[in-house]
């Protein structure tokens, strides 16, 4: 069974920077796309950016476009997301998600994936 664990998330004052990271295992192809979503208590989840395999094609959601960047190793099997700038708006909880067989875009950047990760908190203080 596909299984996603992420990592990273803390407590960081406007304008700093954290890169979380999303271990994945139990992929048994090359294709599939990885995704980050974040929920804020009282909102609704959020996709703000996804990444896709072999092709390691990117998108972003507007409000994280040119803040956050998304990469993949996959010799550790783990994608990142690198968060710069970061507003206070951004406090959430992070999730990473996975799908098999499926090739993200920027028009599909809240498709819903079938493996969830269990979310790292992040807090940005003013």
């Known amino acids: 069974e596909v299984q996603l664990v992420e990592s990273g998330g803390g407590l960081v004052q406007a304008g700093g920077s954290l890169r979380l990271s999303c271990a994945a295992s139990?992929?048994?192809?090359?294709?599939?796309?990885i995704g980050w979503f974040r929920q804020a208590p009282g909102k609704e989840r959020e996709g703000i950016s996804c990444?896709?395999?072999?092709?390691?094609?990117?998108y972003y959601e507007d409000s994280v476009k040119g803040r956050f960047t998304i990469s993949s190793d996959n010799a550790k099997n783990t994608v990142y997301l690198q968060m710069n700038s970061l507003k206070p708006e951004d406090t959430a909880v992070y999730y990473c998600a996975a799908d098999v067989g499926y090739y993200c875009s920027d028009d599909d950047i809240n498709y819903e994936y079938d493996y969830w990760g269990q979310g790292t908190q992040v807090t940005v203080s003013s």
């Open positions: 990444i896709s395999s072999p092709e390691g094609s990117t």
């Open positions: 139990g992929f048994t192809t090359d294709d599939y796309s």
